[in-house]
């Protein structure tokens, strides 16, 4: 029977924590005659940060997609907490615990920065849809406490001067940074970054280093990246993916070392 | 100077219907990227409902309660069974589908209502009030059309200002596949924008309706001005809307005091000409950047 890992996830349930929290079995992906994705395989334990690499085109972001229910595969499975995940969709995300960045920074531009916050932040505070259009108003108290809450993360990252501002008055690297705030705030038991490093320089790439591995006493966290260095130093296990398979699995030290890897990425690493 | 006055009060809350009529294109269109044709009709055909409740119960109000539920309804009802299937797709299906709509209604309130004028009441007095012993054109019935544009306009912010569900129609509106990936429920917030919009619509039609004769192509020139209004003030801006549509009450109202009330039409024409041609994204559209 499957059940649905919506109603299952609630906050802090630790029922789970012994096998895999994720885990991708032997998916395949077509897009007509090209194949994106062969019987590719990833598990991702509670608080793990594991990175997924690969040279343009290797099907790292194929991945995502599959993972966050944009795409669905053709082939293999998904498991969350240990149950089958049939048929996922983008909007089931959130109630079920992940949340995922996008490439760029994806933040809504009419809203403000606490807005943009405050729309991630709906996992636990919030009634269903038709009990928040009867009542339209949350109560003060959820209000406060959704406020703080967005508060609170945004000043974790640092940027609660800028709570007021429209994000596109404000430098890319804080777009970033509140684009992560607004995935924290929902609190999920996984967090799936979709190349967070990119445009951003050599501090605030260091700093970001620092943030994700402090992430994994409260979430897994999965990592699409280009900058080997970001990855090297913060993932514990690393996928990498070349034509759409897996051509190598395992910590940074084996993976560097892993002849597949060093083939795959020879003419980039030339280059 | 009397006349003056007069004639800017008259577009003052002739405006407010525009300005009201445009609110409900544009809520439509920062949700959906479509511009509903089929507004005038839907607040013609919630119109005609109200007047049957009206002659059968003899209540205005009763009237207005249905019809303006009755366009919730069928705002709600029209995106979900029609407009749900045609979003995302290309954006001329979507702008057919709403001119079909603007045509079937309208014959169907033939069929239903009859195609014959009819008047229908206002719930106010329509002459002018006496001002300092002169008869302005204030009436009390343009006192009642301006108060429930301003009040309807104020609950609108009220709910996209500082209610949840108001925050996330606004994110779903910005964008939504981001806003499915927080967990929006970006389908239903989408039938609930064209419900509300279909309301304003509805308001709109019994205001214009309100001491005149109703017919099922009465709302016709409404979608004319309603739409230059809207895009006056940039089609994605509420607050532009509504200045669009007092300003085109404005200026239709001394074309028709001051030069000939038969130009009134050209005159709109000619407004949304000039205004595509000098500032193609509107008075008041926040960004240029943002085309479908």
Redesign the interface.
């Known amino acids: 029977m499957v059940t649905d890992p919506a109603e299952g996830a609630t906050p802090g349930d630790t029922s789970a924590t012994d096998g895999p929290l994720f885990r991708v079995d032997e998916v395949g992906v077509r897009f007509g005659g090209l194949v994106a994705l062969d019987e590719v395989s990833l598990s991702v334990a509670p608080g793990e940060v594991h990175g997924v690499i690969g040279p343009n085109g290797a099907g790292k972001t194929t991945l995502f997609n599959v993972c ?1 229910g944009f795409v669905t595969p053709s082939s293999g499975t998904l498991h969350w907490r240990g149950e089958p995940v049939r048929g996922l ?3 089931r ?3 079920m615990g992940i ?2 960045t ?1 490439q760029g920074v ?1 933040l ?4 403000t920065v606490l ?2 916050v ?3 932040a ?2 636990h505070h ?1 009634a269903g ?1 038709t009990s ?2 009867l009542a ?3 109560s003060d108290r959820d ?1 406060r406490a959704l406020r703080e809450r967005a508060h609170a993360v945004l000043t974790e990252l640092g940027t609660e001067t800028y709570a007021d501002r429209l994000p596109g008055s404000l430098p890319y690297p804080v777009q970033k940074r509140v684009a992560l705030a ?1 995935a924290l705030v ?1 609190e999920p038991q996984m967090l799936l970054l979709d190349e967070p490093a990119s445009g951003l320089g050599a501090d605030d790439m260091a700093e970001l280093g620092t943030r994700i591995r402090g992430l994994r006493d409260r979430m897994a966290v999965v990592l699409v990246e280009h900058h080997m260095d970001l990855v090297m130093t913060v993932c514990d296990r690393i996928t990498v993916l070349d034509f759409g398979r897996v051509v190598a699995e395992g910590t940074p030290d084996q993976v560097r070392d892993d002849p597949a890897v060093i083939d795959a990425y020879l003419g980039e690493e030339a280059a | 100077m009397q006349q003056f006055l007069n004639v800017t009060l008259t577009g003052l809350s002739q405006g407010a219907i525009y300005a009201a009529f445009a609110l409900a294109l544009v809520l439509i269109w920062r949700s959906t990227r479509i511009v509903n044709f089929a507004q005038g009709s839907m607040g013609m055909f919630t119109t005609y409902l109200a007047l049957i409740v009206i002659e059968g119960t003899g209540s205005y109000w009763l009237g207005l309660v249905v019809a303006l539920g009755a366009g919730l309804l069928l705002g709600a009802a029209i995106e979900r069974l029609i407009i749900r299937r045609v979003e995302g797709g290309p954006e001329l299906s979507a702008i057919i589908v709403t001119l079909g709509l603007f045509v079937a209604i309208q014959a169907l309130a033939a069929i239903l209502f009859g195609a014959t004028f009819r008047s229908f009441p206002a719930p106010f007095d329509l002459r002018g009030m006496m001002v300092g012993g002169v008869n302005v054109a204030l009436t009390p019935f343009s006192v009642f059309v301006i108060g429930s544009v301003v009040l309807v306009m104020a609950a609108l912010v009220a ?1 996209f200002r ?4 108001g ?2 129609m ?2 779903a ?3 939504q ?10 389908g ?1 917030l989408l039938t ?1 924008g064209w419900a509300l919009a279909a309301v304003v619509g509805s308001l709109a039609g019994l205001l214009i309706a309100g001491g005149s004769l109703v017919y099922p192509a009465y709302m016709d020139p409404i979608i004319v001005y309603g739409f230059v209004a809207a895009v006056l003030g940039g089609l994605d801006s509420p607050g532009g809307a509504v200045v669009g549509g007092l300003a085109m009450g404005l200026a239709l109202s001394y074309v028709s005091g001051y030069v000939g009330s038969e130009l009134v039409a050209m005159a709109a024409l000619a407004i949304l000409v000039a205004v595509l041609l000098v500032r193609p994204h509107g008075l008041f559209a ?2 240029a950047a ?1 085309r479908v």
């Open positions: 966050c969709r983008p909007h995300l959130a109630q949340a995922r996008l994806g809504f531009r009419g809203l807005e943009n405050m729309v991630g709906d996992r919030r849809f928040a259009l339209l108003r949350r209000e607004r929902a | 709910l500082f209610t949840d569900v925050l996330r606004r994110a509106a910005f964008d596949e981001v806003s499915r990936l927080l967990g929006v429920p970006v239903p609930l926040r960004t943002r």
